[in-house]
C-alpha cells in the first residue's frame, strides 16, 4: 500500500508530517484529509488563518498528490441550524 503525508501549510509555515498513512489510494488520502480538515477546524475553530490554509498531501517520494484547502473541505456542511421536519 502507498504511503501518504499530510503536511499543513498555514501562510508561509509548513507543518510536516513525519510518520505519514499507509492507505490503499489517493481517494482514500483525500477523505482522511477532508476529515482533518474537520476535526482541527471542530477543535479550533474557523479561524481566518486555518480558513486559508491547506493540507499537501505528498506521496513517499515527496511529491505532491493533492492539495486540500480547509475552506473546501467545509463547504458540504450540513447546517446544523437548519430545521429538519
Do not use: C
Amino acid at each position: 500500500m502507498p504511503r501518504y503525508f499530510f503536511n499543513t501549510r498555514i501562510g508561509d509555515e509548513l507543518i510536516v508530517d513525519p510518520d505519514g498513512e499507509d492507505l490503499r489510494n489517493p481517494d482514500r488520502a483525500w477523505e482522511v484529509a477532508r476529515q482533518m480538515i474537520l476535526e482541527v477546524v471542530k477543535s479550533e475553530g474557523a479561524q481566518p488563518a486555518l480558513l486559508e490554509a491547506v493540507i499537501e498531501v505528498t506521496d513517499v517520494a515527496g511529491e505532491i498528490v493533492l492539495e486540500f484547502p480547509f475552506s473546501e473541505a467545509l463547504l458540504d456542511i450540513p447546517d446544523a441550524s437548519a430545521t429538519r421536519h
